[in-house]
């Protein structure tokens, strides 16, 4: 059965990594659902989060290639317990002014925020959990979604 997984690899920032990380999943036929990389503290390291939906023995099969490459410093498959994660979201919706009330009770109820509007669009941005970004964008789909972004997964290990 596919479960979703949140892959932990640190790195050290050498041209390329991303790219050879990237190629053995695809080399599998595995589905990247999100994958994050940026510097982390330390210039010359960098952290990658990469989501799957998968097998977990098919995960543990990838984690053991990835654990191969040179440039691989620490990886981790990571769980609920021991990682803090989030994803973010942006929205663009046309609106009348009618919505504007309810659309605005609607972002504080979920803790999103209005980053920015026009007399015809709302910008808006969330930062929570996956089913939480989910669940508001099931809400908000009465309305006239024009845009949506995500980043996808990203998250920090508790311990």
Known sequence: MKNLSTINVFVHNNAGILTRISSIFSR???????????????????????????DPDMVRQVVNQI??????????IMDNENFISREMLL??????SSDYLE???????????????SSDNLFLEMT??????DDFL????KYQVEDVIRT??????RN
Not at 36 to 44: F, G, I, L, P, Q
Not at 71 to 76: A, H, N, Q, Y
Not at 91 to 96: F, N, S
Request: without cysteine.
């Open 67 to 76: 654990e191969k490459l040179e440039d691989v410093i620490d990886l981790e």
């Open 103 to 117: 659309l605005n009770a609607l972002t504080s109820l979920y803790k999103a925020k209005i980053i920015d509007y």
């Open 91 to 96: 929205v663009k919706l046309k609106i009348h």
């Open 28 to 54: 599998r036929g595995f589905n990247i659902e999100s994958i994050n990389a940026a510097v982390s503290s330390d210039d010359n390291k960098t952290r990658i989060i990469a989501t799957i939906s998968e």
């Open 128 to 133: 929570g959990y996956k089913n939480n970004l």
């Open 138 to 141: 099931k809400i908000i789909s």
């Open 152 to 157: 996808g997964i990203t998250g920090i290990k």
